[in-house]
């Protein structure tokens, strides 16, 4: 598909710092940032955004925790290619004693990406899979209460930092979770789906009326389209639809996932690929239904799965990109180290060395889609024509810098140097 509905050829009028028209001036125009989210995982950097010499311990796991020696290296790797952050806000390992939760050193982290420039999304306000062990034997009335005040307490103490969250996480299966028992599940199965979801939104929108709340599921089947369609029939504000790609059991390919995104695209909401995995080692085996039962004690990265993933990657990016429905893609996970399940799914080795397929990725965000520092001229009307991705650019002369952000109803600018 072509990614021409994200370009723009912009008209923007240059004034001088005293805003006088900069006419026949030489220029030099380029790219800063992306409108489009290109994100990660950010769960490998709380421990560098918190100062701590070793990773710290979590009380579950939390799906990434690559070892402290590499951190400076990945952290130029990752800012170099995202633009959006997640991090994690699962219940057992953000509260393992009920009232302790761990507040301040998420925000540290959060803070140290915002400082960095990257947005950034908390992920999840409501989920059953690690829910905290001390909530399992609550009356459901008291679960639905604590569920409640945990929201409210995290998205109005991140508000500013975290505006975006993941509000509840896998409800279609929620109700009838049956690996282990779980608060979250039995107030599931007590109130309903469309309730649990309406609980989630009402208290984050309360807490926050301008974040943007994503309903998020790795169930892409008609049972989600379904509970979509019953929730908002109950009036609950979505803001996006996430849409969950682990794919450790092979690439999908082209036609399978754009035929899957139309059908959520009839809701006429924004789609974010949430989680997006592709392996560059031996392929899980086709028959595991759940992804969490395959664990083996090496999965390593081989020189024929990293060809595969770095082709994978560009056509995946490609053709989702190329979908007027989706405005996000996050991929789970920057490094091998301390990856989910173990799998060989990053886009740089173990050993902090990037794969094949961070650089064909690069030459995606920051080749193919960027406009890099490009020498222009004013015209007599002291006029430039840019063409380029849907962002932010810098226009420079003499030392000045002139910010313009340019993409769709954003055609026409006025760029003034400071």
């Given at each position: 598909?072509?990614?021409?509905?994200?370009?723009?050829?912009?008209?923007?009028?240059?004034?001088?710092?005293?805003?006088?028209?900069?006419?026949?001036?030489?220029?030099?125009?380029?790219?800063?940032?992306?409108?489009?989210?290109?994100?990660?995982?950010?769960?490998?950097?709380?421990?560098?955004?918190?100062?701590?010499?070793?990773?710290a311990a979590a009380a579950e796991p939390v799906f990434?925790?690559?070892?402290?020696?590499?951190?400076?290296?990945?952290?130029?790797?990752?800012?170099?290619?995202?633009?959006?952050?997640?991090?994690?806000?699962?219940?057992?390992?953000?509260?393992?004693?009920?009232?302790?939760?761990?507040?301040?050193?998420?925000?540290?982290?959060?803070?140290?990406?915002?400082?960095?420039?990257?947005?950034?999304?908390?992920?999840?306000?409501?989920?059953?899979?690690?829910?905290?062990?001390?909530?399992?034997?609550?009356?459901?009335?008291?679960?639905?209460?604590?569920?409640?005040?945990?929201?409210?307490?995290?998205?109005?103490?991140?508000?500013?930092?975290?505006?975006?969250?993941?509000?509840?996480?896998?409800?279609?299966?929620?109700?009838?979770?049956?690996?282990?028992?779980?608060?979250?599940?039995?107030?599931?199965?007590?109130?309903?789906?469309?309730?649990?979801?309406?609980?989630?939104?009402?208290?984050?929108?309360?807490?926050?009326?301008?974040?943007?709340?994503?309903?998020?599921?790795?169930?892409?089947?008609?049972?989600?389209?379904?509970?979509?369609?019953?929730?908002?029939?109950?009036?609950?504000?979505?803001?996006?639809?996430?849409?969950?790609?682990?794919?450790?059991?092979?690439?999908?390919?082209?036609?399978?996932?754009?035929?899957?995104?139309?059908?959520?695209?009839?809701?006429?909401?924004?789609?974010?690929?949430?989680?997006?995995?592709?392996?560059?080692?031996?392929?899980?085996?086709?028959?595991?239904?759940?992804?969490?039962?395959?664990?083996?004690?090496?999965?390593?990265?081989?020189?024929?799965?990293?060809?595969?993933?770095?082709?994978?990657?560009?056509?995946?990016?490609?053709?989702?990109?190329?979908?007027?429905?989706?405005?996000?893609?996050?991929?789970?996970?920057l490094t091998d180290d301390g990856a989910w399940l173990?799998?060989?799914?990053?886009?740089?080795?173990?050993?902090?060395?990037?794969?094949?397929?961070?650089?064909?990725?690069?030459?995606?965000?920051?080749?193919?889609?960027?406009?890099?520092?490009?020498?222009?001229?004013?015209?007599?009307?002291?006029?430039?024509?840019?063409?380029?991705?849907?962002?932010?650019?810098?226009?420079?002369?003499?030392?000045?810098?002139?910010?313009?952000?340019?993409?769709?109803?954003?055609?026409?600018?006025?760029?003034?140097?400071?």
């Amino acid at each position: 598909m072509s990614v021409d509905h994200r370009r723009v050829t912009a008209q923007v009028t240059v004034l001088d710092s005293f805003g006088n028209p900069a006419r026949n001036a030489d220029v030099t125009v380029e790219q800063l940032s992306h409108d489009f989210t290109f994100g990660n995982i950010g769960f490998d950097f709380i421990p560098l955004a918190n100062g701590e010499t070793e990773q710290a311990a979590a009380a579950e796991p939390v799906f990434g925790g690559a070892g402290s020696a590499g951190l400076p290296e990945l952290e130029t790797m990752w800012l170099d290619l995202f633009n959006t952050a997640t991090l994690p806000f699962y219940w057992r390992g953000f509260e393992p004693t009920r009232g302790k939760p761990d507040t301040r050193r998420l925000l540290r982290a959060a803070s140290w990406f915002a400082e960095r420039g990257v947005a950034v999304k908390g992920h999840p306000l409501t989920w059953h899979t690690l829910a905290p062990e001390w909530l399992t034997g609550l009356p459901v009335a008291e679960i639905e209460r604590l569920q409640r005040e945990r929201i409210r307490r995290e998205v109005t103490g991140f508000s500013g930092v975290i505006d975006s969250w993941d509000a509840i996480n896998e409800v279609v299966i929620m109700p009838v979770f049956t690996a282990e028992e779980n608060g979250i599940t039995r107030l599931a199965r007590s109130i309903g789906r469309v309730p649990m979801i309406q609980l989630a939104f009402e208290e984050a929108r309360a807490s926050n009326p301008s974040a943007t709340l994503v309903l998020n599921d790795f169930d892409l089947s008609s049972d989600y389209e379904a509970l979509i369609e019953g929730a908002l029939e109950a009036g609950i504000a979505v803001d996006a639809i996430g849409l969950q790609t682990h794919m450790h059991q092979g690439y999908w390919g082209e036609e399978t996932m754009l035929a899957m995104v139309d059908r959520f695209a009839r809701f006429g909401l924004p789609l974010h690929l949430t989680e997006t995995t592709l392996l560059s080692g031996d392929l899980m085996p086709p028959g595991i239904v759940d992804l969490n039962d395959y664990q083996i004690p090496s999965w390593p990265s081989t020189p024929e799965g990293e060809g595969r993933q770095a082709d994978e990657v560009v056509r995946h990016y490609r053709s989702l990109v190329g979908h007027p429905a989706v405005q996000a893609i996050t991929y789970w996970g920057l490094t091998d180290d301390g990856a989910w399940l173990g799998a060989p799914g990053g886009l740089v080795r173990a050993d902090g060395t990037p794969k094949p397929s961070f650089h064909a990725l690069r030459s995606l965000i920051k080749g193919e889609w960027w406009l890099p520092g490009t020498t222009m001229r004013t015209d007599h009307d002291a006029r430039l024509t840019i063409t380029g991705f849907f962002g932010d650019y810098v226009i420079k002369r003499d030392g000045q810098s002139a910010p313009v952000s340019l993409g769709r109803g954003r055609e026409t600018a006025t760029a003034r140097f400071r």
